[in-house]
Structures are given as C-alpha cells and as structure tokens.
C-alpha cells in the first residue's frame, strides 16, 4: 500500500476524502494532517509516497510547504488542492514543481484518477530486479537520461531514490538523509530492484559530484567498511570474551567441582550491604582480620555465603554443602 498525506484543515474535505479511500481503492493508506508544520514532522517519521495539500492553512500553508519539499524531498509528487482557484496560481505552483492542481468542490473519481497516474509513473520507465546500480546509473550518465530511479533494497525492504537531468545526478535520498552521503550509502546496497521513472522533478543541482567520482569514493568507503568489520570480527575471535566475577566464580565451581559441593546459585545482592557492615564490625571489636565471606544459616530455608565486595557476591547453598572447600575457592 502507498501511503498518501493529506493536509487540509477543512474538516468537511478531510471526511470525504477518508470516505472515498475506504469505498474505494485499497492500494492507498490516507494519513491526515491539519496543516503544513504537522506535515513536515510527518514526512520526517513516515515513508510517504503522494501528498495532497490545500493552499491556505495555519503555521505553514501550501506553498510553504511546496518550498519545502522542493528542498528535502522533491521526489515525492504533491497535489494542490485549493477552494480560490487562480489561474496564475496554477502556472506558479505547476512551475514550482506541484505535480496536479484541483479546485473545490473537487472531482474526487478524477483525484483519485490522478493519484494513480503519479503511482504508476513511478515505474513507466520499467522495473530491474536483481540489477546492477552502478552499471545502470552509468548507461543513464553515457546515454544523458533524465529519469528518477527508485531503489529497493530486497535483504530488508530500505528504500532509496537517485535522481538524474540529462545524465548527471542531481539528488539522492533515503529517508531524511540526502545528498552526498545519501547517495554513497545507496551505491553500496547489494541485490537491489530498480523502479525508473521517465521523468525528474529536480529543479536544482544538489549533488555537485561527477558521478564517475562518487562511485569510485562509494566503493572506497564500502571496502574500507568490510575492513573494519572484518577486523573487529577476527578481533572477536581472537580475544576470549571477559566473564564478569560472578560468572567468573560459576565457571570455576563448575569446572572444579563436578558437584558443585551443594552450590545452589551465584547472584549479586547489593541488599546485604547494612548486614556486611554490621559484621565487619564485629571483626573489628574482637580485633579479628577482614571479613571475607561469611555463611548465614536459615531455619527450614536455603542458607547464605555472602562475599563483601562491590555488589556482594552471594553463594545460596544447601545445609549439607561443604564449606570448608567453597572457603579454600573464595579464598583463591
């Protein structure tokens, strides 16, 4: 399903519309918005693939947001919808880049019409699956084609867009990143399927990179990505991942005693914390050394070895377990 914004503060246009989508077509999921700032937080969360705006609206109205689509995302068709319709108004905003102009009361079979029309054109220049971009966007350099390719990565559905004027590439983007880094990133995609529009709506150059340039620095940054990634991958193998001190104790219990000599589980406890203090301090008064570990006894419950340290190691252990053996690990 494509997903269509729909901006218009006109609460009665907004409910025919959302009508017309439910009785009729299920290729499009309308997304409604009251004005042209909510629009923009919108497009910045939200893959959109039409807009279709009103003209007059409060915070940011049509041709602000015309402004700022032709800026950050000129890819994406938008459809003027306006109650004061001016004949100039049309020229400017046809020659701003709006793709359809449509005056209230509006033919909503010929809206929906048109909205179908800009769906397809996304494609009427052909589809290529499995196809190689670097090879394509040079046969649309070497043939000076002008043409909006749109790419679709298949390992997770990321989509991209390159656009070209007479074989020299204007603008990329993925989502809300474009230009130059953008473009680097889409040329470094594998097993992608191209979708070529037969047209380009870019006014505006905004790559100033010879295309030649851009593919070989693309290719540098990929290789030198699968370097580091390889690095930090034979690194990983190499140097054996350190085990925090409890399970640095399970693993010696486990690999010292096969029994585990009534050693229920190893846990931090920071709870002790008053009862360690309590206990060091009856060491102190009797002029005995350092707590190290000290095994409390439960009635009809599991019983405690409690190592003070940062967070209190605790050992739950059976009545019958041997603590004479567990002192001597601790100890070592």
Not at 108 to 122: A, G, R, V
Not at 192 to 197: D, G, H, M, P, S
Request: aromatic share 8%; glycine share 4%; charged share 30%.
């Amino acid at each position: 399903m494509k997903n269509i914004l729909v901006v218009d503060h006109d609460i009665t246009f907004m409910k025919m519309i959302a009508k017309k989508f439910e009785s009729g077509t299920k290729q499009f999921n309308p997304i409604f918005v009251k004005d042209g700032a909510l629009a923009v937080n919108q497009l910045k969360k939200t893959k959109i693939d039409i807009i279709i705006s009103a003209l007059q609206m409060p915070k940011m109205d049509g041709y602000s947001l015309l402004e700022f689509l032709n800026l950050n995302y000129p890819d994406i068709p938008l459809i003027i919808i306006t109650a004061f319709g001016k004949p100039k108004s049309r020229e400017i905003l046809m020659e701003k880049g709006a793709s359809a102009y449509f005056v209230k009361p509006v033919n909503f079979d010929e809206l929906i019409s048109k909205i179908k029309d800009l769906k397809e054109e996304k494609s009427n220049g052909g589809i290529l699956r499995s196809a190689s971009l670097e090879m394509f966007a040079q046969l649309v350099e070497m043939e000076q084609k002008t043409c909006t390719i749109r790419i679709k990565r298949e390992s997770d559905g990321k989509e991209g867009v390159l656009c070209f004027k007479e074989g020299e590439i204007y603008f990329a983007r993925i989502g809300n990143l474009k230009g130059l880094e953008a473009a680097y990133k889409i040329f470094s995609w594998q097993n992608v399927t191209l979708y070529i529009e037969n047209n380009c709506r870019i006014k505006k150059k905004k790559i100033n990179s010879e295309l030649q340039a851009l593919l070989l620095e693309a290719m540098r940054l990929k290789d030198e990505k699968e370097v580091k990634k390889s690095s930090a991958k034979n690194k990983d193998s190499r140097e054996p991942q350190k085990l925090s001190p409890v399970d640095s104790l399970k693993k010696y219990i486990e690999d010292n005693l096969p029994d585990k000599t009534g050693v229920l589980d190893v846990y931090q406890d920071s709870s002790w914390s008053e009862f360690i203090k309590s206990s060091s301090m009856l060491g102190l008064v009797f002029k005995k050394e350092d707590l190290k570990a000290c095994y409390v006894s439960k009635v009809d419950s599991t019983n405690f070895i409690i190592v003070p340290d940062k967070e209190n190691t605790v050992l739950s252990v059976s009545s019958k377990c041997d603590r004479e053996k567990i002192y001597k690990i601790l100890m070592d």
